[in-house]
């Protein structure tokens, strides 16, 4: 139903009791919010660690119940106090507006009916008759104009004539003042009621049923809670300086009350949390409701693409509901694309030494990045805490793009799928996450480190490309590089001697035949391929057909690169100038070669980050990230 909001409730409502209804709201959703942290840090982690059996096991479990219902009523209350604390907000304006067209009224003497229409004496000299004009009434924006007890004028002539001599303005003095407090009042209570209906639609949703029981499709109905208060709260929504540089983003979330940014966390949890230029502490905070509400979300779905990112995002929460080391931070989260998720393993506002690695092929939100991808970044902090024990490190994940999905063996055999639209895209964004970290940072002279692996060199080499490179950056590290697109190291913006390079022998994607090359190949297959058919199916029948074009496509194959590559040169691989190559102009750290295809497929590829496979390239990359890069074992460039 539509608000039935009268003049008279606008200008009695006491927007005080709102805003302490609303106080009321944050100190239960505050309290919620600290008895569950208090579950989670003195309760589950404690019993976790001192207790192994089956009850303590159950026990972890039920308390893990708990705090996820301290959690839902910490969001739902949050999002009920930002629904009352808006209406406040938003009624003051058309009730101060009322309010200032009544004390006009009474100065006038005039009467305000019930209907919000307002009567006005008699007053001025009709000029045919010399008679006083007679009192009327008004009605505000409607154009209603009675003398006495009958209508005498249209609803479109806006009272501007006379009821004695119509066509004729009506000189009666008070008449236009009349109609003006009549205006005032009407589209005060116009925009009231708009605000009513917004908020009472917002507020009706937010009823929590008996016997509730938190589970996914609770926090799939807590996440059209906070999209219905979102939009009611449309008002917050216009604040946000999205279109602001991260450094002006900060000051605007510096310039915030307490209140506001509460606000702002309840309501808009998915825009706080990845706003780059918000402090991290804050980002964690709203991504921490953010991924919950996600995982509501993306529950009912039944397509694959939602399946995936719901077993990515469980994944994370798993491991943000146990203590890590470094302290886990949760930077990014959201379902757009493939997926997006930014994860610190140590917090980037206060470390001195911040690193943040773009991951490549194949990579998206799901159970693989939660088990596999997030242990490479911590694996960089560990690492970094044992290089340089007295300063602090953050190492990060950053998955804001969609990366291709194909595996290095399907690049391998179809190098025509990898294209620079992903990485372009993923530039623009990895360039405004690192102006975020260097605008938060609290460090004077902090040492930051930008980290490329697979086609996520690429997107760090064409963010570097950009004009004045990556924000902040000292140092680039390379691994596992299909190409930059850069001829040398000096086009990164980082300096001489501050791009670094990791490449095994035996990583496929680091040795992919450039562009004109991959043409021959293809050439050779089909070519070779056909003759090879041909001549099989002649000699031995079908099966040497089979036999006869499997073999002429691999000899074509071979054929068709050594073709190419005799006429091409051999620095250039796939996007550009190999960056393990010396024409690039890189500095060469020692990895360890990897297995062979056929010993370990594409193992080589992936084990970069992983100091039990790669404990050199990890240890190199560590040194790079505290700024000791004098101490890393080099190697020969290509």
């Keep these: 139903m539509p608000s039935s909001l009268t003049w008279q409730q606008l200008r009695d409502v006491k927007l005080s009791e709102l805003d302490d209804a609303a106080d009321g709201w944050a100190k239960v959703s505050h309290h919620a919010d600290a008895a569950g942290e208090r579950v989670d840090a003195e309760m589950t982690g404690r019993l976790a660690k001192t207790q192994e059996s089956d009850s303590a096991t159950a026990a972890v479990e039920r308390l893990k119940r708990l705090s996820s219902n301290y959690h839902y009523i910490h969001t739902e209350c949050g999002l009920i106090r930002a629904s009352v604390s808006g209406l406040s907000s938003e009624l003051a304006a058309p009730q101060k507006r009322l309010k200032d067209a009544l004390e006009d009224a009474a100065a006038l003497s005039y009467t305000v009916h019930a209907d919000g229409s307002i009567g006005y004496p008699a007053g001025g000299k ?5 008679k006083e004009l007679p009192g009327g009434t008004v009605m505000g924006n409607n154009g209603m104009l009675t003398g006495g007890n009958k209508e005498l004028h249209p609803p479109n002539d806006k009272g501007l ?15 236009a003042k009349a109609q003006d407090i009549a205006d005032r009042i009407a589209h005060a209570l116009r925009e009231a009621h708009e605000i009513d209906d917004r908020y009472r639609q917002a507020l009706s949703k937010l009823k929590a049923p008996p016997g509730l029981s938190v589970d996914e499709k609770t926090w799939a109905d807590a996440a059209a809670d906070t999209a219905a208060v979102g939009s009611a709260a449309n008002y917050l929504e216009d604040g946000i300086p999205r279109d602001k540089s991260p450094a002006d983003r900060k000051e605007w979330w510096d310039r915030l009350t307490q209140e506001q940014r509460d606000q702002y966390l309840a309501v808009y949890p998915d825009v706080i949390g990845n706003l780059d230029g918000i402090p991290a502490t804050i980002r964690d905070e709203a991504n921490r409701d953010n991924i919950q509400l996600l995982i509501g979300k993306l529950s009912g779905q039944e397509d694959e693409n939602s399946k995936t990112m719901l077993d990515g995002l469980k994944g994370i929460q798993a491991k943000l509901e146990k203590p890590s080391v470094p302290p886990m931070y949760l930077l ?3 379902d757009a694309g493939n997926g997006r998720a930014i994860v610190s393993y140590g917090n980037p506002d206060t470390a001195h030494n911040v690193s943040a690695y773009v991951p490549g092929l194949g990579t998206k939100l799901d159970k693989e990045f939660a088990d596999g991808t997030l242990k490479r970044a911590q694996d960089t902090a560990l690492g970094a805490a044992e290089a340089d024990p007295h300063n602090s490190t953050a190492s990060i994940v950053w998955l804001g793009y969609d990366a291709p999905q194909l ?10 799928v990898m294209r620079k639209e992903n990485a372009e ?6 360039n405004a996450f690192m102006a975020g970290i260097s605008a938060t940072n609290e460090n004077t002279d902090p040492h930051i480190t930008a980290i490329g692996h697979s086609y996520g060199s690429l997107t760090v080499g064409l963010a570097a490309q ?6 902040g950056a000292d140092d680039i590290i390379l691994v596992g590089s299909p190409g930059t697109g850069a001829k040398t190291a000096n086009e990164l913006n980082v300096g001489e001697g501050h791009v670094y390079v990791g490449a095994a022998d035996n990583d496929i994607v680091t040795k992919l035949p450039n562009q004109d090359e991959a043409s ?5 297959v089909a070519g070779g391929g056909s003759a090879g058919l041909v001549l099989g199916l002649g000699i031995a029948g079908p099966l040497g057909g089979v036999v006869g074009g499997l073999a002429g496509s691999a000899v074509g194959g071979i054929a068709g690169y050594t073709a190419q590559d005799q006429q091409t040169d051999p620095s250039q691989i796939w996007f550009g100038t190999d960056p393990a190559n010396k024409s690039f102009g890189a500095t060469r750290f020692m990895v360890d070669d990897g297995p062979t295809l056929i010993e370990g497929g594409t193992d080589a590829h992936s084990q970069y980050f992983t100091p039990a496979k790669d404990q050199l390239s990890a240890d190199n990359i560590a040194k790079i990230v505290v700024g000791k890069a004098d101490e890393i074992i080099l190697e020969q460039p290509r």
């Design 126 to 130: 009709n000029e045919l008759t010399g």
């Design 161 to 175: 004539y006379s009821p004695e001599t119509p066509g004729l303005i009506n000189h009666n003095p008070h008449h």
């Design 332 to 334: 990014g989260i959201g």
């Design 407 to 416: 595996s290095p063996q399907d690049l391998a055999a179809n190098t025509d």
């Design 425 to 430: 895209a993923g530039a623009v964004s990895y």
């Design 466 to 471: 950009e004009k004045g490179g990556v924000p």
């Design 520 to 524: 021959g190949i293809g050439a050779g």
